[in-house]
């Protein structure tokens, strides 16, 4: 099973910036398609960016034009930079498989740690 940890999240005002980063813990990374997914309080999580193992991106049409997810098979790394912040997008944010998963939906059962993001003034 790989394993994925966050980091890079933290406290940003809105219209501000910030870049996530996810590392896999097994090189069998590189056959997944992977996504970002996120959770916001009182909500269930979701599915708002995937890359394909080809490179191939899909976004949420929440993020679309503000996220742009990347992936770096050699490193086994998959980043989403995060622009045009808003206060909506306060959450916490998991990266994990995106293997037969479409947007929106919950994604897998196992899940690492997450990185939290909180967009205020």
């Known amino acids: 099973q790989v394993q994925f940890v966050e980091s890079g999240g933290g406290l940003v005002q809105p219209g501000g910036s910030l870049r996530l980063s996810c590392a896999a813990s097994r090189s069998i990374f590189s056959i997944y398609a992977m996504g970002w997914y996120r959770q916001a309080p009182g909500k269930q999580r979701e599915l708002v960016a995937r890359i394909s193992s080809g490179g191939s991106t899909n976004y949420a049409d929440s993020v679309k034009g503000r996220f742009t997810i990347s992936r770096d098979n050699a490193k086994r790394t998959v980043d989403l930079q995060m622009n045009s912040l808003k206060p909506e997008d306060t959450a916490v944010y998991y990266c994990?498989?995106?293997?037969?998963?479409?947007?929106?939906?919950?994604?897998?059962?196992?899940w690492g740690q997450g990185t939290q993001v909180t967009v205020s003034s």
């Open positions: 994990n498989s995106a293997n037969g998963y479409t947007l929106g939906s919950e994604g897998p059962d196992t």
